[in-house]
DNA sequence: ACGCTTTCCGGAAACGTTTTAGTATGGCAG
DNA sequence: CTGCCATACTAAAACGTTTCCGGAAAGCGT
């Protein structure tokens, strides 16, 4: 038996209509034990595999999960082994129910919306995961309307009350300000991104909110809009050095930066952790191999997969009974990852 | 016009068969130019995309790439962005062609060969790239006797002469020990996977020839096998300690090592750079993060990507024309990006 | 007017599978 | 013996597209 043609050759084999064969495969009930397993036993040994395109032109389903992601120079950089991890916990779900994983990476000179619209119209996903939500973001809607379900790395506002999940911003700038405030510290500057990105405004918000609870008022020169990279670490380095009346702390929204910020720092004599309090956000995979070691947060990618299967898996009626979830939107926390960067203390 | 149910739909819609609607979407020759037109613009209208299954079921074939990853804990800290870095420039290519890429990452507890295996049963791609090649690897003979076109991301012994590329190990090694030698090292170690990768046996063997090339005599105690972790450099580190005869460098296969390396060597005492010499591999994205900055290779994935992907496509009949390439074996080079680490001469 | 080619289009088959509807068989109660 | 249900199977339709084949209309030289 060379060639496998389909199911009609391995049919032919076992003298029966092919049918029958399709549902012994397919573990339909009607279909005697024994005729099942010669079945089974013949596919194994002819190699046989139902072809994916007659299945899915069939029945209208791929039993594929998509997972769209950026290869833009700026992800790249930044998020580097995020998404990878992020697939060990997918799949550990997800194979479970048989489900596979793609991951479709958008051309940086496409407009994602344009490339997913693509995706979706193809039909070789049962269902998707996007990332890098933007506060107002068209592939949502494109989404809800396409009736795909979905799960959004990433709140936003767009397409009414959607499932997500996002990291606790919140949480993290709360925590760094509180740790800092509580060593004495009242002028704490921010190096944020200078894009349009969700995570932005979020964790400046909420370092807004953090100041404020603590009595201290806003000073918004001491947020520095600067690029999300080793340049802009510097840049940030910069700007804060020509502040009139100068900050004692710094947090930084990507660890990419620090290295930027700690040579810009080093240039003018000043060490961190001694003379300036920093601390980063994400640890991987750079925040530790810093001199000294960086202040930030860290969190299990495999287990933020985990979450997201579950989620995913939660809004697809065909799973849905397995995880019955209530909340649709969920806030990933991050835990403390202490350093020596932010050593610097006010306290007597 | 709310549903778009098909090619049917719009053929009613335009009042025309379907056949010439086909035909006129695929550019075929003979078709009116004005009747082109207008099933162009109705197509664009409705948001008409042919859908990929009964496309892919017709046609057998389906203008995806695939490329298959490991999303090993290994491999996330390891390979880090070098995933997503490749795709951008795989795409740059594929996306002429109207191609797209799929990433296929293969499940940390299923045998890489039973995954691709199934992928290629399903008929999703008509081509794939698959990476981190074992010296003998089932997946090459699986792609070869099923006919799919594919390239190999590191060389092989399997399956006859199959297309590869690969970094070029023997150069890195040769330029590291060359650049030590100069400095009038002559005991230099080298810290070496100490699983089954392919590269570790070729890094080593390339190591030994250089050394001897310059007429010192390979020692195996200066191979010191480790996991390509950071706890495999910290080892490295104590192990290198311990030698009756301490070499004076030491060249480090993932730059991840450095981290542990520069720990243990730390607690010892030793300064990298001042009282022994390192050389890392990859820079990226941890290499020049270290203090003091790491002596290693650096490449450009981007043009990497590029390089992949005309390689795949000339091994594929339907496209080989425009990609007449000579070679199916490619060596990429990399380019020495000087550190600190590597300062310790030895020379007066 | 005729035959020929060219241009354009419609009809229908084909791709491989799942699923619906229908059928033969046998058991069992009436 | 008849009617009815359960079981296990077959035959055929359907999914959406591409492509082969044939044919109508038009152009053109004779």
């Not at 201290?216 to 380095?237: C, F, N």
């Not at 810009?264 to 925040?287: K, M, Q, T, Y």
């Not at 960086?294 to 997201?308: A, N, P, Q, Y």
Request: net charge neutral; aromatic share 6%.
């Amino acid at each position: 038996m060379p060639q496998m043609k389909g199911i009609r050759q391995l049919a032919k084999h076992l003298d029966i209509s092919i049918g029958t064969v399709s549902r012994a495969l397919n573990g339909r009930p009607d279909v005697n034990e024994e005729t099942r397993k010669r079945v089974l036993a013949a596919a194994e040994e002819l190699g046989y595999v139902a072809n994916q395109s007659g299945r899915s032109l069939r029945q209208g389903t791929t039993n594929v999960i998509g997972l769209m992601i950026e290869s833009s120079k700026e992800t790249v950089e930044n998020s580097d082994n995020f998404f990878l991890g992020v697939t060990g916990g997918l799949q550990s779900v997800l194979s479970r129910h048989k489900l596979d994983l793609l991951m479709l990476p958008c051309p940086n000179d496409e407009d994602p919306h344009e490339y997913l619209k693509r995706m979706v119209a193809r039909r070789i996903v049962d269902a998707m995961i996007i990332s890098a939500t933007q506060r107002v973001d068209k592939r949502i809607d494109l989404l809800v309307k396409a009736k795909i379900p979905f799960v959004a790395l990433g709140r936003s506002t767009s397409g009414g009350n959607h499932t997500w999940i996002d990291l606790d911003f919140e949480g993290v700038a709360a925590c760094a300000v509180d740790r800092l405030v509580s060593k004495g510290h009242r002028r704490i500057a921010i190096a944020a991104p200078s894009n349009d990105i969700n995570l932005g405004y979020i964790f400046v918000d909420a370092y807004r909110q953090s100041l404020e609870r603590h009595g201290i008022t806003y000073d918004p020169s001491l947020v520095i809009r600067v690029k999300s990279s080793e340049q802009g670490g510097y840049q940030a380095g910069h700007e804060l050095l020509r502040l009139d009346s100068k900050p004692t702390a710094i947090i930084l929204i990507y660890e990419l930066m620090a290295i930027g910020l700690y040579r810009r720092l080093n240039e003018a004599g000043i060490v961190p952790g001694r003379d300036l309090a920093v601390i980063g956000f994400r640890e991987e995979p750079r925040g530790k191999f810093l001199q000294p070691s960086l202040t930030c947060f860290r969190m299990s990618l495999r287990d933020l997969g985990v979450e997201l299967a579950e989620t995913l898996l939660a809004t697809m009626p065909a799973y849905a009974e397995h995880y019955p979830k209530g909340a649709r939107n969920t806030i990933w926390p991050l835990e403390l990852a202490p350093g020596e960067s932010d050593a610097f203390s006010l306290s007597t």
